[in-house]
């Protein structure tokens, strides 16, 4: 396992953007493939991103798609999501996850410990 730390997040207006970060200690991230994952309140958690380990094959939810863009630097030992035209309905605690580029939450072995994202009308 590794040990993922989220920053970013926070409070926006609709139509604005943002941009999460997550990095990894313990290991270097350069060999795995990653996620975004978001849980609303009294809902599911529910895919948005993910990315192969070499960052060339991207994959997103049918409701960020064209919005939303998932990106790594290898060097760094960081993913990011930058999270643009943003709707209130993107309102939600988001998750980056090592282990998979699955949009199922089973296949992940680390998560990282999660960041608020308020989207307002």
């Known amino acids: 396992q590794v040990k993922l730390v989220q920053s970013g997040g926070g409070l926006v207006q609709a139509g604005g953007s943002l941009r999460l970060s997550c990095a990894a200690s313990g290991r270097t991230l350069s060999t795995l493939n990653m996620g975004w994952f978001r849980q609303a309140p009294g809902k599911e958690r529910e895919f948005v991103s993910s990315v192969n380990w070499n960052g060339l094959t991207t994959y997103y939810a049918d409701s960020v798609k064209g919005r939303f863009s998932i990106s790594r630097a290898n060097a760094q030992n960081t993913i990011y999501l930058q999270m643009n035209n943003l709707k209130p309905e993107d309102t939600a605690v988001y998750y980056c996850?090592?282990?998979?580029?699955?949009?199922?939450?089973?296949?992940?072995?680390?998560w990282g410990q999660g960041t608020q994202v308020t989207v307002s009308s």
């Open positions: 996850a090592a282990g998979s580029t699955s949009r199922s939450v089973a296949p992940y072995d680390s």
